[in-house]
C-alpha cells in the first residue's frame, strides 16, 4: 500500500507571511499532483509534476517533485486569506488507475 | 457543461437503512471513482470503474457497493447503513490516456452522510 505523509497536519499564519507544505513518501511516484479544497467542494487541481526535480511555479505558489520521485513540497509566499484551505496531495503510479491522497494539511491565514 | 454532479448533498439515514449516492459526469470521461472523505482527512478510495460494465475495489470497499451501466453514470450503494458510514463522499472523474493532464480528477461537490 502506498502511503503520503502531509506535514505539518495544521498551519495557522498571518497575512503576509511564506509557508511549505510536505508531501513524503516511501513509495516512487510517476507524477503527483497538489489539490486545494474549500470548505462543502470538492478538491480542485493546482499542479501537476512529473520529472524528479521539477519545479512549477503558479503566482506565489511554487511547488517542487522531489529527485527520488517520493516527496514534494508546496511554499507559498505572502500568503493571502484566499489561500486557507485544505492542501491535499496526490501520487500517481504509472500505468496505474487510482491515484493515492495524503493526509492533507488544513492552512488557515489570518488576515 | 455541469462537469461532476452529485446528489443528495445532504442525507441523514438511520442505523440499517439503504440508499443510493448518485454520480453522473458530462464529460465523457471513462473513469469514475468514490471516495470518502472523514473530518479533517484525506480521501480513501471506496470503488473506481474504468469504463461501462468494469468496476472494482479500492482501499475501504466494505459496506458499498457501485454499477456502471453507462459511461455518464456511477452510483454508490449503501445496503446496511452504519455510523461508521458517516462521512462526506466525493465521486470524481477522469478521462483515459497517457497526456501529462490524464490523471486529473474532477471532483463533484460531494454528499454529506450521517448515519444515527
Known amino acids: 500500500t502506498q502511503l503520503l505523509e502531509q506535514s505539518p497536519q495544521f498551519l495557522s499564519i498571518q497575512e503576509g507571511e511564506n509557508l511549505t507544505v510536505y508531501c513524503n513518501s516511501s513509495?516512487?511516484?510517476?507524477?503527483l499532483q497538489w489539490y486545494r479544497q474549500e470548505p462543502g467542494e470538492g478538491p480542485v487541481l493546482l499542479v501537476t509534476v512529473v520529472t524528479g526535480g521539477e519545479v512549477k511555479k503558479l503566482k506565489r505558489l511554487t511547488f517542487q517533485f522531489g529527485d527520488a520521485r517520493k516527496d514534494s513540497s508546496l511554499h507559498i509566499t505572502a500568503a493571502q486569506p484566499g489561500d486557507t484551505g485544505l492542501y491535499l496531495c496526490?501520487?500517481?503510479?504509472?500505468?496505474?488507475?487510482?491515484?493515492?491522497f495524503g493526509t492533507g494539511t488544513r492552512l488557515t491565514i489570518i488576515p | 457543461n455541469a462537469g461532476v454532479t452529485q446528489t443528495p448533498k445532504f442525507r441523514i439515514l438511520k442505523i440499517g437503512q439503504s440508499m443510493t449516492l448518485q454520480c453522473t459526469q458530462d464529460m465523457n470521461h471513462n473513469y469514475m471513482y468514490w471516495y470518502r472523505q472523514d473530518p479533517g482527512m484525506g480521501l480513501k478510495l471506496i470503488y473506481y470503474?474504468?469504463?461501462?460494465?468494469?468496476?472494482d475495489k479500492g482501499e475501504v470497499p466494505n459496506g458499498y457497493n457501485v454499477s456502471r451501466s453507462t459511461t455518464e453514470d456511477f452510483p454508490l450503494r449503501l445496503e446496511l447503513a452504519a455510523p461508521s458510514q458517516t462521512s462526506v463522499y466525493f465521486c470524481?472523474?477522469?478521462?483515459?490516456?497517457?497526456?501529462?493532464?490524464?490523471?486529473?480528477?474532477?471532483f463533484g461537490a460531494g454528499s454529506r452522510l450521517t448515519v444515527l
Open positions: 513509495s516512487v511516484f510517476s507524477s
Open positions: 496526490a501520487g500517481g503510479a504509472g500505468g496505474n488507475e487510482k491515484l493515492t
Open positions: 470503474s474504468v469504463g461501462a460494465g468494469i468496476t
Open positions: 470524481a472523474s477522469r478521462r483515459t490516456g497517457d497526456h501529462s493532464g490524464a490523471n486529473v480528477l474532477t
